[in-house]
């Protein structure tokens, strides 16, 4: 039972693995559109090796997979390139996250297919894209993460090097191209023209990093780590409480005031030293050390119900159960149900992207099997 | 002269403020969209108070607003509701990211504005979104990033509490906004239909966090901070070298394989304990150190030589200037010329959706003083 949704009636012939690519045509699974996934035969999607397992089939897999076709075909072999090309002439999109030149190697390249296929769009996410003299390096996330910059602003100074916690290289390039996809289909749908997409991992990075390459271009020093603070904005970051941490985020000069009355120390808005966002910042340790000097004197939760009750913004630092026990998880749908294949079910991520025209059910079908969908892929395509 | 995109010919009225809501309409007009945004008299926009600033102008907000119009209106005023709402009357898509309930309180809910222009699509981005107990609880970036799980897998066990080094609580959910109103603008294009989309961004963090759910919901184990190293891939992290650091990202067997014989020791991939990712996990912090005795031989320069040819996904931790210097930045227009409003030059991040049938100019209009569209806004809609 698909999801019905804005892309409802739109195929996507999938070839991409592990996270990029997938996490890409998992949104668009989640907006109705239908994922054919064309898998290596014997391992298939790499992803299907990476733990957690559950009965011997990755949860890593089905997070990301949920909801897709899969069909084995060896890209060498004139049968199976059949049978592909026929699938071909059904999708509307293609997706590939393969290194440069693959798709070419295998007589599948942009130029050709838009020939044979020219109502196809033709989606790539590589490392590096598919220009450029360093195009063909290899990627993961982890090694776009350390080149692209982020992990550079990430952590504390002098500290050891830091990974974001989430694979951001991958899902921030899966995140652009489903963004491109959809403007494509767009595209087609208001002039009937198509396109390639070429999105690169390392690139995406450096859209991420807008502001902080802004501020480096502007001011020519090299921003570093700092720990939990925002560089530009301040009070924004995790100050120490009598009994753990709080995020405080008084974003502007009226949010400060409020929050300096919700402290109990209205003249810290006053002194001129913190009249504005430049000076706060220019004097950030002091403010700092005034604020925490506060908030010792209750715990956490009483913070967050006093400061919060001024209209400052604040919070937990919540773990991953915490974050998921919050009755907004709940009440907008954020952990779906969906069957682990073997009789049990997962709780997966749901989808943000809400829309009031179309339902957001609260269960999803279960990821594939390797080419559990073969023998009905074929008949669908008379090649039965 | 705006870009040329899949967006050209679509106008955005644009209410939001800061970073979430205005990144989602700097993708879009990257993509060719008109964007007007609407700000409050006086102060306008939140982001133009943000440094750095150059020659009194923000390049902070430039980097989001580049190429948009302003046009500064109170919506509490008769004269300019009407110019709002003949500005409607033209506009394709309406993007706000107020507190919930802000839209109904000024008259303009999605069910009123659905009544009176059936064809323009509504896209919030807010905190919590607009259902649910918490719905209107206010929040920034570092709220969300607290309140998400992020911060508790970033960083060192024991360690500090570690934002993510950019805003990935509004860019995530900005980048979220812009796959639904493209997805929304497609589906108006193929049935007429249009939607309002309700974009959280504590939801956008769970979806960011996919696997990490997915992991926990699994095996019932809270996910801590690692370092730098991946949850569930291994060996996928930073080690150190002779000189410093270097990130290996060997993502599955045949990989492992070949990072052994680059790195000398064959044998290593034949250690029963490492033979597959899920053993080396197990083994992870033995592993770890018998990779580090090897790598202290040699610079992280001469690692990525040798470990680069052997085709083992590899490469260095670059700061901002580094990222900024590597020659796929300027092969792929990476860094784009933007003029700073008072004679200079601002250089920002490039856009990072390539299409084939479209163009990627190397400049970008500049961000517009607070209301500098006025008179000519008012002109094209017939009120001068």
Partial sequence: MAVRGPLSGITVVDLSRILAGPYCTLLMAEMGARIIKVEQPGTGDDARAYGPFVKGKSAYFASINRGKESIALDLKMPEDRHTFEK???????IVENFRPGTMEKLGYGWETLHKTYPNLIYASASGFGHTGPHSKDP?????VQGMGG??????????????????????GAGLYTAVAVNAA???????GETTKID??????????LEGIVARYTVEGEVPGPIGSRHATITPFQAFKTGDGNIIIAAGN????????????????AQNPDYKTNDLRKLHQARLQDEIEAILAAKTTAQWIEIIGLAGVPCG???????????????????????????????KLSGNPLKMSAFADPTTRDAAPDLDANHAAILKELGLD
Same sequence: chains 1, 2.
């Fill in 150 to 171: 982020i992990m550079s602003v990430t952590g504390f100074p002098g500290g050891q090097p830091t990974r974001i916690g989430m694979s951001i290289g991958d899902i």
């Fill in 87 to 93: 699938l071909l002439e059904k999708a509307d999109v």
């Fill in 185 to 191: 289909l767009l595209h087609r749908c208001r002039t």
């Fill in 316 to 346: 937990p630092i919540n773990n991953i159960a915490q974050a998921l026990q919050h009755p907004q998880v709940e009440a907008r749908n954020m952990l779906v149900s969906v069957p682990d294949g073997s009789g049990g079910t997962l």
């Fill in 199 to 208: 999105i690169g991992m390392f690139d995406c990075q450096l859209a991420l």
């Fill in 253 to 268: 000069d009226s949010l400060f005031v409020k929050l300096a009355d919700a402290l109990g120390h209205p003249e810290m």
């Fill in 139 to 143: 990627a993961y996330d982890m090694v």
